[in-house]
């Protein structure tokens, strides 16, 4: 692989890395895409639009987050030092809230004054919710059946912020419908509406500008962890749903290719399909991920045989989905990025020591991160250190554990 190949990190104009992503979408939502595009270009090349978000980011959302030296779990390692990048600590909870911001300020600069968003556990919509309430937005938020009912308490937390939730019946009631059926009202409602993508998905731009708003992210990290020991890290390791955690992570370090980049997909609880979410995971007969669109974009997608889009399972929401950003695909195929799967024990397992050793309850999603940053940190000498992507606080699925542990 050329080395130019392996380091480019900006799509073409239409937005393929390769011959992944694009903008594989019906005839009506290309004008509004364009507009976007160019919306999203201008603001990207301009001063006033960042100095208006980094305000923000600081005075609502709490940055910059600390990159905190986990001195216990370094220790329980044996290896390399163990940093964690504490996205955890920001407003609502997550990392979510850079992109929704972001967003929000390109909708009030295009004077959208409708917003609208899917969301599976309700992550998304919460930090959705939140932003449209802080612009004066009016928000729509679009969840399936079956999510409504497993994440009751974040769908009155949207409604307290103002959203109006609608519940989709459709297919298997999950995120996937939910994003089938938000793409729909924005095709009826593009003059007023803006849609607020949650992760590096979807068609182009939203997955380079969900990645360019996720960034802010690795700078930060990249600079603390200079000023910390003084060095690169050998390794960066973050979970991996759409993408926009890790790809946010990964991005200001694509050109250092001694710093390597681990993403962790959700292996669930099994390997045939239906059992995980792990797309980079081909093997099984049942089938597994492979090349294809899904929702505007050309990536691994879990399919069955026949190429009907594959079930998904996972322990944690936030990663249960049955495709990848496009980006991802293409870390993935040039070698530049390393995949690997933690399965449901696996995450249980990062959530408990997580907890026990720093004091600091993840969420299940950042939970798979835990396990196999133990093992690269074993790898490796003490004077080296390695990066975790806290993506999220474990509130929302303490519950759940509890339940589980009965
Ligand atoms: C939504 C979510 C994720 C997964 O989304 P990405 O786009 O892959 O980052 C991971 N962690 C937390 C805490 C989340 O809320």
Known sequence: MKKTQITRSEPDEHGHWGRFGGRYVPEILVAPLEELTEEFMRARHGNNFWRELNQLLRDYAGRPTPLFHAERLSAHAGGAQIYLKREDLLHTGAHKINNALGQALLARRMRKQRVIAETGAGQHGVATATVCALFGLRCVIYMGAEDVRRQALNVFRMRLLGAEVITVNAGTRTLKDAINE????????????????????????????????????????????????????????????????????????????????????????????GEHAARFHTAAKSGGGRVG??????????????????????????????????????????????????????????????????????????????????????QLPKDDAIIVNFSGRGDKDVQLVADLKR
């Open 182 to 273: 938000a793409l729909r009202d924005w095709a009826t409602n593009v003059h007023d509406t803006y849609y607020l993508l949650g992760s590096a998905l979807g068609p182009h731009p939203y997955p380079l500008m969900v990645r360019e708003f996720q960034s802010v992210i690795g700078r930060e990290a990249r600079e603390q962890i200079l000023s910390a020991s003084g060095k690169l890290p050998r390794a960066l390791i973050a979970c991996v749903g759409g993408g926009s955690n890790a790809i946010g992570l990964f991005h200001p370090f694509i050109a250092d290719e001694r710093v390597r980049l681990i993403g962790v997909e959700a292996g669930g609880r099994g390997d045939s399909l």
């Open 293 to 378: 669109v899904l929702q505007g974009t050309m990536s691994y997608v879990l399919q069955d045989p026949n190429g009907q889009i594959g079930t998904t399972h996972s322990i944690s929401a936030g990663l249960d989905y049955s495709a990848i950003g496009p980006e991802h695909a293409f870390l993935h195929d040039n070698g530049r990025a390393e995949y690997i799967r933690s399965s449901d024990a696996d995450a249980l397992e990062g959530f408990e020591l997580c907890a026990k050793l720093e004091g600091i309850i993840p969420a299940l999603e950042t939970s798979h991160a835990i396990p196999p940053a133990i093992r690269v940190a074993r």
